[in-house]
């Protein structure tokens, strides 16, 4: 489980690695254009049900924090897809991984 720490709180955010490493490719990329957005996620299983949205702004310090040493290959579609609501009024919303599946 990856944590980002975002700016003065002491509170870690906790999202899977494998998720973790596909965001911070589209934080990264938004907050490097200058621009500032949301994100929202679903509190994991283990903390008090519910969900939570914060306010990145290139100002700001942000911490990734990663479990696992090496960074799992990424899914371009699961890319796209964070990207394209990272463009949106509503912001990143963290969604389930988007797989390739061969057509039926």
């Known amino acids: 489980m990856g944590t980002i720490n975002y700016g003065g709180s002491s509170e870690p955010i906790h999202i899977e690695d494998r998720a973790l490493a596909h965001l911070k490719v589209v934080i990264a990329t938004k907050l490097r254009r200058n621009e500032s957005f949301t994100l929202s996620w679903k509190h994991p299983v283990d903390e008090p049900a ?3 949205t914060i306010w990145l702004h290139p100002s700001i ?3 990734f924090t990663f479990d ?3 960074t799992p290959p990424l899914n371009v579609k699961w890319v ?3 990207m394209q609501s990272a463009n949106s009024t509503g912001g990143i919303s963290l969604v ?5 599946t061969p057509a039926a």
């Open 96 to 100: 389930d991984e988007v797989l390739d």
């Open 61 to 63: 310090p942000l911490r």
């Open 50 to 52: 519910g969900r939570s």
């Open 80 to 82: 796209e897809e964070l």
């Open 68 to 70: 696992e040493p090496e």
